[in-house]
């Protein structure tokens, strides 16, 4: 008695777990399979999902999802323009339209046409300006509400561009001498930002240097400095000044000194003859 007992409790043991559901009775496509919005831009997203297999009148949800960027998904807000039950809903980074699935003639291809919105925010700040970020894992899910079998999904990439980047500027000033006070030409002039950026030019005729700032050649905002250097001066940085991208930075003034000249001792300019003489 007491093996059968056992022997039954191991059998329930073992008994065979059931299977993973099947993938709901449905066929999804989406339309457009990418979109770009930059700040503060709405697009709209189609989705036609097929009913396959679905009774009729079953109670439905279809999920997009904004998701595989390197920003945020709450930059952008999805919303129910049309098709769903709840149209007129809205929320960051996803929303779930629920509609009731239908069959007609040839049974079990009935198509619900969902319309969704994604606007971008008006301010992004997780996106450097002139960059973009893409969320190449956004998808629509659909499956019955409540699940009965797993969700049959399909993806669209979504790309957000950053801020739009600001106008090119200019950093200026003059190389002089500090003894003179006149120009320096020619002077080797370098020029640094708060992330290692560096940049050489050369002063003109009249000392004067200019660095365009944007574009090609980025300058952060915060401090920069400015050094110069040429044969026959010190090696000279001055102190940093605050540099906002979009906004000249001009009417800078580096003074470098002229490099002190050694000049022989008055006993080692001494001619033998004369160290002679003075020996007798």
Not at 123 to 134: L, N
Not at 158 to 178: F, W
Request: charge should be negative.
């Amino acid at each position: 008695m007491a093996l059968a007992t056992v022997a039954s409790l191991v059998g329930i043991g073992l008994a065979a777990q059931p299977a993973l559901a099947a993938s709901a009775g449905v066929t999804v496509s989406v339309s457009p399979s990418s979109v770009t919005l930059s700040p503060g831009q709405s697009a709209t997203v189609n989705v036609a999902v097929t009913n396959t297999g679905e009774d009729d009148g079953t109670p439905m949800a279809a999920t997009l999802a904004v998701s595989g960027g390197s920003a945020s998904a709450s930059d952008i807000t999805v919303g129910l323009a049309s098709g769903c039950d709840n149209t007129g809903q809205s929320q960051a980074g996803q929303a779930t339209c629920m509609f009731t699935s239908h069959t007609s003639p040839p049974p079990g291809q009935d198509t619900a046409n969902l319309v969704f919105t994604l606007k971008a925010a008006q301010s992004i700040s997780d996106v450097v300006p002139g960059g973009k970020a893409t969320f190449s894992s956004s998808s629509v899910s659909v499956v019955e509400s409540p699940a009965i079998n797993s969700p049959v999904s399909k993806g669209f990439s979504l790309t957000l561009n950053g801020p739009a980047p600001p106008p090119p500027s200019t950093i200026s000033g003059v190389v002089d001498d500090i003894t003179t006070g006149q120009p320096v030409a020619n002077a080797l002039v370098n020029l640094q930002d708060s992330a290692s950026h560096t940049y050489l030019g050369h002063s003109n005729s009249s000392g004067k240097f200019s660095f365009t700032a944007g574009g090609s050649t980025p300058v952060v905002a915060g401090p920069v400095v400015i050094g110069a250097s040429k044969k026959g001066y010190q090696d000279f940085t001055g102190a940093p000044k605050t540099f906002t991208p979009g906004q000249d930075l001009t009417g800078w003034r580096v003074l470098i000194k002229p490099a002190v000249v050694a000049t022989p001792s008055a006993s080692a300019s001494a001619t033998p003859s004369a160290s002679a003489s003075s020996a007798e």
